[in-house]
């Protein structure tokens, strides 16, 4: 069986979550102390001065800043990452499933669950008629797509429809 997860892919995405996440945590308290500074600075000048204008809209210019980062940061790098850990530790504590079936075609790129993956299609024959079903396997984006023929029999893991090992059954 060829394996395309191991522990390390789960300890490595884990460790690049909290990187992500510590940056944005550092940054926010800097963006936080900054609007401390500049809120006791303004409190701290003296009725109508000319450089209240200033600090005001440095407080402005800073909290616009702080938006114009925050929302695509965590709206996308983070959110990436999050949703591949969590496919990861569904992968790890999930129930597998097992299929022998043959490969059919592959599909367009989809995002399933926030993670980027390609699809497989299998061939699978229905037990109460007597027809094929179309059965699509996700393999994920950032893994090599398995060397699959098309009518070569595959011995497929899944979880979720999430290909996490496979053999060719010849």
Not at 18 to 38: D, E, N, P, Q
Not at 117 to 129: G, H, P, Q, S, T
Request: proline content about 4%.
């Amino acid at each position: 069986m060829v394996k395309l997860y191991s522990d390390r892919d789960l300890y490595d995405s884990m460790m690049q979550r909290r990187r992500i996440l510590g940056v944005f945590i550092g940054i926010s308290v800097a963006c936080f102390l900054g609007l401390v500074g500049l809120v006791v600075a303004y409190t701290q000048l003296p009725y109508k001065d000319p450089a209240g204008g200033w600090i005001i809209a440095a407080t402005c210019v800073l909290v616009g800043l702080y938006m114009i980062f925050a929302f695509p940061y965590m709206g996308i790098k983070f959110k990436r990452i999050n949703a591949y850990c969590k496919m990861l530790k569904f992968i790890s504590l999930g129930l597998k499933e097992h299929m022998v079936a043959p490969f059919d075609d592959i599909e367009d790129w989809v995002t399933r669950d926030g993670v980027d993956c390609n699809v497989a299609v299998f061939a699978v024959k229905n037990i109460k008629k007597d027809e094929l079903l179309k059965r699509q396997i996700f393999v994920d984006g950032e893994k090599e797509f398995p060397p699959f023929e098309v009518g070569r029999p595959v011995h497929v893991v899944s979880q979720g429809n999430l290909l996490i090992e496979y053999e060719f059954a010849d």
